[in-house]
Each structure stands twice: as structure tokens, then as C-alpha cells.
């Protein structure tokens, strides 16, 4: 199974909007700070290091059971 590490901008948006999350609520549960949510959704920085990306995993896995 191929997991997709690359979030682009967009992708993060949707998964915060997704979670019904502020940036600063969903910095939280990312394990990161309001203002590298803020660069990565302005495509100015992107998200890096294996506990960062799992935990963007792990809510985007949120967002689609929120969905179902």
C-alpha cells in the first residue's frame, strides 16, 4: 500500500476545514506551532519529520471517518 506524503497546501486546508479546526486547534493536534500551519497552507513551507507527517495522517484518516 502507497501512502501519499506530500501535502500540498491545499490538502492541509481540507483536512483542518475537514476537522472543523481553527489554525491554532489544529497546529495543536498536529504537534506544531499556529504559524507553520499558516506557511504550509500558504505553500511557503512544507510539513516534514515522521511524527509531523503521521500525525497529518492520522487526522486526515479523521476527516474521511467524520465523512463516511
Request: glycine share 8%; net charge positive.
Amino acid at each position: 500500500m502507497s501512502v501519499d506524503l506530500q501535502f500540498t497546501p491545499e490538502r492541509i486546508k481540507r483536512i483542518r476545514e475537514g476537522l472543523g479546526l481553527n489554525g491554532k486547534d489544529f497546529a495543536k493536534k498536529a504537534g506544531v506551532s499556529a504559524p507553520s500551519v499558516s506557511l504550509w497552507e500558504k505553500g511557503l513551507r512544507r510539513p516534514a519529520g515522521h511524527e509531523v507527517l503521521s500525525r497529518l495522517l492520522d487526522l486526515e484518516r479523521e476527516v474521511a471517518e467524520v465523512q463516511a
